[in-house]
């Protein structure tokens, strides 16, 4: 298979046999003129997280752990959201190069399943200058040739290895991503008023099906019929009220 090739996504690597986080990492080189694109790579992550300061498990060397660096200076604050969609669908569209016919969806905001197990978290982190989008951090941890989990993962948690029987190339993988991510930026910031959503929104996992969550305290039926600019999960209630939730403020049953 033919790699596409990047012009500046990932052409500047950083590798590294551990880090505890490659964020942070990435966050302590922000300010010595690290160029936009900068890949930071640990084959062993000791200290990774995901939202909202869950903990994200890898088995070290049959995993991807690796940041980037961006600058999406262009994007004004209430679009931020399409980075989100960007990073979640160069994820899903990666996936398929490999394997076309896998069933790979996005868990909102940006968790990536495959057969309603997770396979790959995304923790985009954003700096801002003057109330402006400064600088973003995209944190990826790809279960790649991951051959177990803890007992405790089992039921949420797989790996492009377990679901295909096949291992995947670690480096050719992360180009793939590289050079589909660096089109999808490319093109946003030359047309901002690209379909992003609305193909984020055909990949959504639950989308437009009834389905069990709990908010409020309660566990009741809703439909996911959008996002909201700013990235709020809008549900649909059985008295055909429309909520809008955070992070954290609806959990899936």
């Known amino acids: 298979m033919k790699q596409p090739s990047a012009l500046f996504l990932g052409n500047t690597r950083m590798e590294f046999e551990s880090l505890d986080s490659t964020n942070r990492y990435a966050r302590s080189i922000l300010d010595s003129g690290t160029p936009e694109g900068t890949l930071i790579l640990a084959h062993n992550q000791t ?10 498990y890898a088995q070290p060397h049959k995993n991807l752990s690796f940041s980037l660096i961006l600058y999406p200076r262009h994007l004004p604050g209430n679009q931020i959201f399409l980075l989100t969609c960007m990073v979640s669908l160069a994820m899903v569209k990666t996936v398929k ?13 940006n968790d990536i399943l495959i057969n309603g197990k997770k396979i790959c978290g995304i923790l985009i ?8 989008l400064h600088t973003s951090i995209i944190g990826i941890g790809v279960n790649l040739n991951t051959t177990e989990f803890p007992e405790e993962l089992q039921a949420k948690a797989s790996s492009l290895f377990l679901e ?10 992360i180009n793939v991503f590289c050079s589909i991510l660096e089109a999808l930026y490319l093109q946003n910031r030359n047309n901002p008023r690209s379909d992003l959503k609305q193909h984020y929104l055909g990949a959504l996992w639950k989308y437009q099906e009834w389905s069990r969550f709990e908010w409020d305290g309660a ?3 809703g439909m996911i019929i959008g996002v ?9 209630t059985r008295e055909n009220a429309v909520k809008y939730f955070d992070l954290k403020e609806i959990v899936y049953h």
């Open 47 to 56: 200290a990774g997280k995901g939202l909202a300061s869950n903990t994200w």
């Open 97 to 109: 190069n490999f394997f076309p016919e896998i069933p790979v969806q996005i868990k909102w905001p």
């Open 125 to 132: 982190e954003n700096t801002w200058k003057s109330n402006q």
């Open 164 to 173: 295909t029987s096949q291992e995947t190339d670690s480096n050719a993988f």
């Open 219 to 221: 566990i009741q039926d």
């Open 228 to 236: 909201d600019t700013g990235g709020k999960l809008a549900i649909q």
